[in-house]
């Protein structure tokens, strides 16, 4: 495996675990809005790493 495909495996780990991360730090929601709204800003945030 290349220099650049480790890197490339790593990104997206770290995505992984950041989306992990602020999942459990806001698994008390109650509202479904608010669960709705931290859904979109994950998959948002994908995408724009994605686009980089």
């Known amino acids: 495996m290349s ?10 780990r770290i995505i992984e675990l950041k989306t992990l991360i602020k999942h459990w730090r ?3 929601i109650s509202s ?3 669960t709705a709204d ?3 800003v994950m998959l948002s945030e994908r ?3 994605k686009a980089a």
Do not use: H, M
């Open 38 to 40: 931290l859904v979109e």
């Open 47 to 49: 995408l724009g790493s």
């Open 26 to 28: 806001t698994s008390n």
């Open 3 to 12: 220099n650049d495909e480790k890197i490339e495996v790593a990104e997206k």
């Open 32 to 34: 479904r809005k608010s």
